[in-house]
């Protein structure tokens, strides 16, 4: 297929015309290489992939991108997309790294924020694992066309035993004029064995522009650490959005993590975790809210490789007018995972009859003693509920509305830091704010 | 003006066009207690459900008039915004929603369809208070998601609760008795008596005669195959605990 080849061509210059590492060592021009390398093997995936089989990127490939203006570092913050944390901040526009608005000095102790240029250029050891290692582009040509192009990013570290209490903010921006931009930023994560801390994403966009953000994050969280990982997902309407956290989790960690999907005209969050140790508590969990023209998949992956871990997965997702909505969650329990706890449930509600889910549950056991489940649900809105707010004289549209609310913010009970879930809840109240107008507009 | 009247209803299942209402005639004055008592599957529950507007049944002959309302062309949240209130048989459980948002919600709904201001979350609370005190009952569940985990008695004293804070001027309680002990059950007749007024009408629907020791009707009719067969004072409920419904149905009930 000249034609694909071609586009894929074009991506993968887009995406290397903006790297900004001059100078950077030898090793990192292999990473790159060996990044560029595997794209070009593999492709942009369309339906014909089996792990994108419900998402097709065919869309991206007509788009020609130009790389990012200079300019486009002045854009304001887009407050009312971003969540309302009080947080320690970190802003990336167009993926990469803008400094001046970034909290990258004084800093709690334990806690070190990097540019990744300048960690790369310090051969910082995780940084150097992250972009080195073939497991994390094997198969996955959106991490290695990630690779082969990285904009920026930031290098977070938690030192051993340290409590960070205030949420790390990334706040990463696109924003595009006449011509579509692509950015791919790389962030790497190191939480030290025995610390805490939380990580909130804010993924948003500043006018009507098409961009393509492609991410890719590294988390290792060492021994007894406990590390909260939240990510809002409220892109522009006309922006791509692939997303890939690579998680790795030492004996006895706990690791949560919550994505709230709103934005984006297609958007993909990946999550691959590796259970790497015993006494594990690994959740990822999740709400996604589509309406018209949207498609918005969450794809995860959690590997036991060590007895006595658990897992926990529970999407929730709303699907209004043509919107789509994609849940594809593998587990894989390794041969050693004895006793292994696994848990996964994705439910879908279908609030027209033009919208539609594709779920995939996957288990994969090798062991011979585990415990574990998965399931999947569509439903619609129920009926007994309905007639009972509208005999209390509610009426039909402000009853819909009330009893979505109540089924999205119940996901929310999965975020363990308060001020996470109610700055998620007021993105929930949002969406449904925007569709009662839609409503109200189309009646 | 009478507050309710019904003419020559006719009903059928929607799904299945079963007729179940075959022609009901009744009329209620402003201030009335009426109990309709009769056999399970006599289409009592339909004609609540009907009357209170529930999608899934179809109205083929006869009329509903609410005051000078046509009631049947009203949707179910007009109707309850314009006074029709039915207190479930089976409240429904609402995870997620707050007992207390849901009521000011629904207060605020008949507020703005009657052009009035809706109530802050301050005013409101006040005047949740009043009426809970006013039926000796706590404010409680409130603080609650609507009916989930209550126990039979609390859903009860919840539909009883919401009856007093909307004040609708027709209740419909139906099967109200059901599943109470006589604990559960003095504590919601005792809040339905409070409510008895002269411009409020009462619709009871009940199977049993005992719910009717402690609300006293002024008239009881007896339905049976979709239709009322019989009328009379609070004495027709004491002729049916004795002889039961076989007269109506042709066989005990």
């Known amino acids: ?443 | 003006m009478a507050l309710l009247e019904i003419k020559n209803l006719h009903a059928s299942l929607e799904e299945e066009g079963k007729e179940i209402l075959k022609g009901i005639d009744l009329v209620i004055q402003p201030g009335e207690v009426h109990a309709i008592m009769g056999p399970n599957g006599s289409g009592k529950s339909t004609l609540s459900y009907v009357l209170a507007g529930r999608d899934g049944y179809e109205v083929t002959e006869g009329e509903v008039t609410f005051g000078d309302k046509d009631l049947l062309e009203l949707e179910a949240n007009e109707r309850a915004n314009e006074g029709v209130f039915l207190a479930f048989q089976y409240p429904v459980e609402i995870p997620g929603v707050p007992g207390m948002t849901f009521l000011r919600e629904a207060l605020n709904s008949k507020r703005k369809y009657h052009g009035e201001e809706e109530l802050d979350a301050m005013q409101f609370l006040k005047l949740v208070r009043e009426k809970a005190k006013s039926l000796e009952m706590g404010d409680d569940m409130l603080k609650r998601a609507v009916n989930v985990g209550f126990s039979g008695g609390e859903k009860k004293r919840n539909e009883i609760l919401q009856m007093a804070v909307l004040e609708p001027t027709l209740c419909v309680l139906d099967e109200t008795d059901s599943g109470l002990d006589i604990d559960a059950l003095k504590i919601v007749a005792d809040g339905v008596n409070a409510l008895r007024n002269e411009n409020r009408g009462m619709l009871l629907i009940t199977h049993y005669q005992r719910l009717l020791d402690y609300i006293q009707p002024d008239f009881v009719h007896v339905m049976a195959a979709g239709k009322i067969q019989r009328s009379g004072g609070k004495e027709l409920a004491l002729e049916l605990e004795e002889k039961g419904y076989a007269d109506f149905t042709g066989k005990a009930a």
């Open chain 1, 1 to 443: 297929m000249p034609n694909d080849m071609a586009n894929d061509n074009a991506l993968l210059k887009a995406f290397s015309a903006a790297a900004p590492f001059d100078g950077a060592p030898d090793w990192f021009g292999a990473a790159t290489a060996a990044g560029a390398e595997t794209f070009e093997t593999l492709g942009l995936p369309t339906n014909r992939t089996e792990a994108w089989k419900y998402t097709s990127l065919r869309g991206l490939g007509s788009l020609s991108f130009a790389a990012p203006s200079a300019d486009a570092k002045a854009v304001e913050i887009p407050r009312d997309s971003v969540a309302e944390i009080q947080g320690i901040e970190i802003v990336l526009v167009n993926g990469r790294l803008d400094e001046s608005r970034s909290a990258l000095e004084n800093l709690p102790v334990g806690l070190a924020i990097t540019p990744l240029p300048q960690a790369i250029e310090f051969e910082n050891g995780a940084v150097k694992h992250a972009l080195q290692d073939e497991g994390a582009i094997d198969g996955l040509p959106l991490a290695a066309l990630n690779t082969a192009g990285i904009s920026g990013g930031v290098l977070i570290e938690v030192a051993k035993n340290a409590v960070i209490a205030k949420p790390i903010h990334i706040i990463s921006i696109g924003t595009a004029g006449d011509e579509p931009v692509a950015f791919a930023p790389r962030n790497v994560v190191w939480v030290g064995a025995n610390a805490q801390a939380t990580l909130v994403e804010s993924h948003v966009g500043v006018g009507e522009g098409s961009y393509f953000s492609n991410s890719v994050t590294h988390v290792t969280v060492e021994d007894e650490a406990v590390f909260h990982h939240y990510k809002l997902q409220n892109e522009a309407r006309s922006a791509y959005h692939v997303a890939m956290t690579h998680v790795t989790c030492g004996e006895k960690v706990i690791y949560d993590n919550f994505a709230l999907s709103c934005g984006a005209k297609l958007a993909r969050n990946e999550i691959r975790g590796k259970l790497d140790g015993s006494e594990i508590l690994y959740a990822v969990n999740g709400v996604y809210m589509a309406a018209a023209n949207q498609h918005l998949d969450n794809t995860t992956f959690i590997e036991h490789a060590k007895p006595n871990s658990q897992s926990r997965e529970i999407y929730k997702g709303v699907l209004d007018e043509n919107g789509r909505g994609v849940f594809q969650g593998k587990i894989l329990v390794q041969r050693p995972a004895q006793k292994t706890d696994g848990y996964q449930m994705n439910r879908a509600l279908l609030l027209s009859r033009k919208a539609e889910i594709d779920s995939k549950p996957e288990l994969e056991i090798y062991a011979d003693d585990v415990k574990c489940s998965h399931g999947a649900t569509v439903g619609e809105l129920d009926d007994d509920q309905l007639f009972y707010l509208k005999a209390r004289g509610i009426s039909e549209h402000d009853a819909r509305n009330m009893l979505i609310e109540a089924y999205l913010r119940d996901a929310l009970e999965e975020i363990r830091v308060d001020k996470v879930a109610e700055a998620f809840g007021t993105k929930i109240t949002a969406w449904l704010a925007e569709r009662a107008l839609r409503e109200d507009a189309a009646s």
